[in-house]
């Protein structure tokens, strides 16, 4: 099956750095891949639509510049969370959707814990 | 898209059918029903999808009711593994940007032995 990569599975940083998550489609084009976060106990939340070659789609309430996507080619995204503070200590999650397919495909990364202390 | 409503969690017993419901009472015609699941600190899986037929995989069986209202995820043979929380999903299929995917809060399954 296809597979998606996240990088890194988990991180430390300190408050008011900066923090780059990679998700990778590692068999399979995906011109769209999304950004979810999950804080304990709770589902997961969009956080934006990233498109290949072109600005993210951000949801409603998550601040584009505090939360930095690129997604510069056809197999990777990346999430750079900004000026990170502890507030942002959650379980980020990135899917990728299979170019090309009929039905809506969307496979998981295994997801990035970020702890900001 | 659609709103699901699930039970907030559920028990089963190792080797039993595990039967997880969702009404979904305001589908679409064009929606389809997905169900992934969530093993804790994984990224969901995908299990199934159907429009109106029932499905069966390597995974799971679902059974769609007639008038599409609700849906039924059948795991024949539960094993610990497969604790983990599982996701009813609506969504028209859609091969555009916005095909993104709503996850509600799920039902947490807990298989015992």
């Known amino acids: 099956g296809a597979v998606v990569s996240q990088h890194p599975s988990w991180v430390i940083c300190k408050s008011g750095t900066s923090v780059k998550i990679e998700c990778r489609s590692l068999?399979?084009?995906?011109?769209?891949m999304f950004w979810y976060r999950q804080f304990p106990k709770q589902s997961l939340m969009l956080m934006a639509t990233?498109?290949?070659?072109?600005?993210?789609?951000?949801e409603q309430g998550v601040e584009k510049d505090k939360f930095l996507i690129n997604h510069a080619s056809l197999t990777l995204s990346t999430l750079t969370v900004t000026s990170a503070h502890p507030e942002d200590s959650s379980f980020y999650i990135c899917?990728?959707?299979?170019?090309?397919?009929?039905?809506?495909?969307?496979?998981f990364g295994q997801g990035t814990r970020l702890t900001v202390v | 898209d659609a709103k699901t409503t699930q039970p907030t969690s559920m028990d089963c017993a190792e080797g039993r059918a595990a039967n997880l419901p969702c009404n979904h009472s305001?589908?679409?015609?064009?929606?389809?029903v997905y169900w992934y699941r969530q093993i804790h600190s994984q990224g969901p899986q995908y299990i199934i999808h159907?429009?109106?037929n029932n499905e069966t995989n390597e995974m799971a069986s679902l059974i769609i009711t007639e008038d599409r209202k609700s849906s039924t995820l059948i795991l024949p043979h539960a094993t610990l593994r497969d604790t983990a929380v599982y996701y009813c999903?609506?969504?028209?299929?859609?091969?555009?940007?916005?095909?993104?995917?709503?996850f509600g809060t799920g039902t947490r399954l807990q298989v015992t032995l």
């Open positions: 899917s990728a959707r299979r170019d090309n397919r009929v039905w809506l495909e969307a496979f």
């Open positions: 068999d399979f084009q995906a011109t769209t």
């Open positions: 990233s498109n290949e070659g072109s600005k993210a789609t951000y």
């Open positions: 305001t589908i679409s015609g064009n929606e389809y």
């Open positions: 159907g429009l109106k």
């Open positions: 999903i609506v969504r028209a299929e859609n091969t555009g940007t916005a095909s993104k995917l709503t």
